[in-house]
């Protein structure tokens, strides 16, 4: 099953019908279109065309090549455990997109290739504007949910654009917000993860090619959940999304980020930037569910996932709030981080972490506690399955300045098997004798006796780790949006499919 | 029904055998008591006939309406109509009481081909029934057995079996722990699924149980076989005297 590899559109569909069935990785199908590319590898004429091909001003450009003069001094870093093949940056294509993207770009989603809108039907996402994901029942009122379409290296289209821009409300890729705000890119980009902030995040300075843009004026609650959902298609290719986010002054968001990828034989590489600005009394509450292909059984293939997110609350009761759960990738890479500079500012980080087969996860965050008063909150579920690996890597740093900073972290795992491995690795400095630091830890092992039990009762044991697990998770998934949640917990079930018995 | 012939079973890890030759027969609507000293292997054959892990039956077989229960897995057979009141329910963090009664209930109906209850269909029915059981609706919502006294873990088991509404009900010890008002309401709660046709299989130490739910049977378990089975008078024999006058008599 897992060599197969989709050619054109009625194989690639008879391939998802039979993943589905099977359960499996669902999302593995390709969409057979005309792609694009630019020369294969990467040099200062890449970033240049990258940079034209988006129409940038010219700041924007010079930016880009700083990056990438800056890049080509650092080294890949190595200190995370995690342990995969060196990556060759010369045998990546660092753009891709649909012809059909090209030339005219379509003026609105009537005008986007059916199959490109087909590609986002088949994975569940809602690009008419209808109220709600699929797959959910019961709307509690009217929710809606505007998205944003990331396909390869361009924004296919963003819904709800008028209801927004009612509101006030900003958001479009970050390509057309460099034509159409270009000040407020300009002030904002590069502020909470600057340039050369790591190799991975000064990769994506250079080559970033799209991502979403969010703009929430001074007081406005956003009328409706704003989500992008990244959809990687053409081989060989790397995605460097690009997010920026900034919440005014007693402004407030819920944005939530999706991703999915083709099932290949070659380990694709994924660098994204996500910086969010949140200043007074303002809240971003920021969910990803990451479902990039993991690789098969034998560690073949999948993403490379580095990420660098980072949210910086610089007004006094800024309030930042990240969930995530991981469950794809081959490999993941990622440390959304809270800067408590404001103070009364809070941070607070949920997270589910499954790795299976031969996954590796290298993921946590990072709290650095600026301002007085200061709170933040962890919550970090590991589970390991197979000959996974899984580190939670934290830090929790009180600087002079943070009295009466309160952090509190807590960091289970759950082991399923005896091949796989959970890692614990929290750092922490304290450096206000009025701040205070909580650290629990715990590791356990999916109790047969528990299993027993639910199978007693006419579970099979698939159905039975899925809801074990769904439980020992459960603060996490309460901490999603309702659309998402339901999502997430039927992932966590497919992400562990195989992993018993 | 439920047919089990010279059941002999031992540790998977270690040489040791528990059930040396357990015979029974129960049939359609009968209630039968297995009373006998700690350790006589009552308990190992309730997880037997349910397939627990780490025993292994070296000879003898069990039916249940002439399937054969050993050849299945534990949620077949929970399938085919086999109930175990745990003598120590297990607890389930982070999952609600009452999501893990819907999922229980839909995974049977859907392994025998049956419709799954809608949610609505589903909460009214689990709503009457832990109403009768004195299950309040906390207790539908937290977590499975979390937090549960002892007394509260039993009746949980009674509200499953009752929803699950299976053909041979074995109930371990059910009555252990409960104060005399809840023993009542368990009783009750097993005699209102009697209809006739669905067995039972009562573990306990206490012929105050069987005042309230009459066994046709009863049994008496030592080192793992039954040595004495007879009418409801055993067990008071076995509540004035002890366990050493049948013992010695079989000796
Ligand atoms: N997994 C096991 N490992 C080791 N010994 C076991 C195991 N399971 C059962 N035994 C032993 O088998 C014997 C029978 O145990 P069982 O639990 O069936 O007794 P019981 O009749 O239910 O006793 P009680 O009345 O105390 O509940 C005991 O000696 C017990 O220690
Ligand atoms: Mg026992």
């Given at each position: 099953m897992t060599d197969m590899i989709a050619?054109?559109?009625?194989?690639?569909?008879?391939?998802?019908?039979?993943?589905?069935?099977?359960?499996?990785?669902?999302?593995?199908?390709?969409?057979?279109?005309?792609?694009?590319?630019?020369?294969?590898?990467?040099?200062?004429?890449?970033?240049?065309?990258i940079s034209d091909k988006n129409e940038e001003p010219e700041w924007m450009l010079e930016w880009r090549l700083q990056a990438f003069e800056r890049w080509k001094q650092m080294k890949e870093p190595e200190w995370a455990m995690v342990d995969y093949p060196k990556i060759n940056f010369q045998d990546i294509y660092y753009y891709a997109r649909p012809k059909s993207m090209s030339e005219e770009k379509p003026k609105s989603l009537d005008d986007v290739d059916p199959k490109l809108l087909e590609t986002y039907a088949k994975l569940g996402i809602p690009l008419k504007e209808q109220a709600l994901l699929a797959g959910v029942e019961a709307p509690e009122g009217e929710r809606k949910v505007a998205v944003d379409a990331v396909f390869d290296s361009v924004s296919v289209g963003t819904t709800f654009q008028k209801e927004l821009k009612q509101a006030g409300v900003i958001f479009m890729s970050i390509s057309e917000a460099l034509k159409e705000h270009p000040e407020l890119v300009k002030k904002y980009i590069g502020s909470v993860v600057p340039q050369s902030d790591n190799f991975y995040a000064t990769l994506n300075s250079a080559v970033f090619s799209d991502g979403s843009f969010v703009y929430i004026p001074e007081g406005v609650k956003c009328p409706m959940e704003l989500s992008t959902y990244f959809r990687i298609n053409a081989e060989n290719t790397g995605q460097f999304e690009r997010t920026l986010i900034i919440a005014?002054?007693?402004?407030?968001?819920?944005?939530?980020?999706?991703?999915?990828?083709?099932?290949r034989d070659v380990a694709q590489l994924h660098a994204a930037v996500v910086e969010l600005v949140i200043l007074e009394d303002a809240e971003i509450k920021y969910s990803t569910v990451q479902n990039w292909y993991p690789g098969d059984e034998n560690g073949k293939g999948g993403i490379y996932n580095f990420v660098t997110k980072r949210a910086d609350c610089r007004g006094d009761r800024a309030k930042v709030m990240w969930t995530q759960v991981e469950t794809g990738s081959a490999v993941t890479w990622k440390y959304p981080s809270c800067i408590l500079r404001g103070d009364y500012s809070q941070g607070e980080f949920y997270s589910i972490a499954i790795a299976n087969n031969m996954q590796q996860a290298d993921t946590g965050t990072k709290m650095i506690h600026l301002g007085k008063n200061t709170?933040?909150?962890?919550?970090?579920?590991?589970?390991?399955?197979?000959?996974a690996q899984n580190t939670y890597r934290g830090l929790v740093s009180m600087h002079p300045k943070a009295s009466n900073a309160r952090n509190y972290t807590q960091c289970d795992s759950l082991l399923i098997g005896d091949k796989c491995g959970a890692h614990t690795v929290p750092y922490i400095e304290v450096k206000n004798n009025t701040a205070r630091v909580e650290h629990e830890a715990t590791t356990s092992k999916v109790d047969d006796d528990q299993l027993f039990y639910c199978r007693q009762r006419g579970m099979d044991e698939e159905e039975a780790v899925a809801l074990v697990v769904n439980g020992f998770c459960k603060e996490v998934l309460q901490a999603l949006p309702m659309e998402f949640a339901m999502e997430a917990q039927a992932l966590v079930a497919i992400s562990l499919e195989g992993s018993v018995g | 029904?439920?047919?089990?012939?010279?059941?002999?079973?031992?540790?998977?890890?270690?040489?040791?055998?528990?059930?040396?030759?357990?015979?029974?027969?129960?049939?359609?609507?009968?209630?039968?008591?297995?009373?006998?000293?700690?350790?006589?292997?009552?308990?190992?054959?309730?997880?037997?006939?349910?397939?627990?892990?780490?025993?292994?039956?070296?000879?003898?077989?069990?039916?249940?309406?002439?399937?054969?229960?050993?050849?299945?897995?534990?949620?077949?057979r929970a399938a085919a109509g086999l109930f175990l009141a745990f003598q120590y329910p297990v607890e389930i963090p982070g999952v609600g009481n009452m999501t893990f009664l819907r999922t229980a209930v839909n995974a049977q109906r859907k392994a025998r081909g049956e419709e799954e209850l809608s949610a609505g269909q589903f909460l009214k029915i689990v709503r009457e029934k832990a109403k009768s059981l004195k299950i309040d609706a906390d207790m539908l919502k937290r977590p499975v057995n979390v937090g549960f006294s002892g007394g509260e873990k039993k009746r949980n088991e009674i509200l499953q079996m009752a929803m699950l509404e299976p053909k041979m009900c074995v109930l371990d010890e059910t009555d252990s722990g409960l104060d005399v008002d809840a023993m009542k309401l368990v009783a009750e709660g097993v005699n209102a699924l009697r209809d006739g046709k669905r067995s039972f299989l009562v573990i306990t130490h206490y012929q105050r149980l069987l005042d309230h739910i009459k066994p046709d049977v009863v049994h008496i378990m030592a080192d793992g076989?039954?040595?004495?089975?007879?009418?409801p008078e055993l067990a008071l024999e076995v509540e004035e005297n002890g366990y050493a006058d049948i013992l010695a008599e079989v000796a």
């Open positions: 050619k054109d559109g009625v194989e690639a569909e008879t391939v998802a019908a039979v993943k589905s069935l099977s359960g499996k990785y669902k999302y593995g199908f390709s969409t057979d279109v005309e792609i694009e590319y630019a020369p294969l590898g990467l040099n200062e004429n890449i970033v240049r065309l005014e002054k007693g402004s407030s968001v819920s944005y939530l980020e999706g991703c999915t990828a083709p099932q709170k933040s909150r962890i919550v970090s579920k590991g589970i390991s399955a197979g000959k | 029904m439920l047919s089990i012939k010279n059941l002999q079973v031992g540790l998977e890890e270690e040489d040791k055998q528990i059930l040396k030759g357990i015979n029974l027969e129960i049939g359609e609507g009968e209630v039968h008591a297995i009373m006998g000293p700690n350790g006589s292997g009552k308990s190992t054959t309730s997880y037997v006939l349910a397939g627990k892990d780490g025993y292994k039956v070296t000879a003898g077989s069990a039916e249940l309406y002439g399937n054969d229960l050993l050849d299945m897995n534990p949620e077949e076989r039954i040595i004495k089975s007879g009418g």
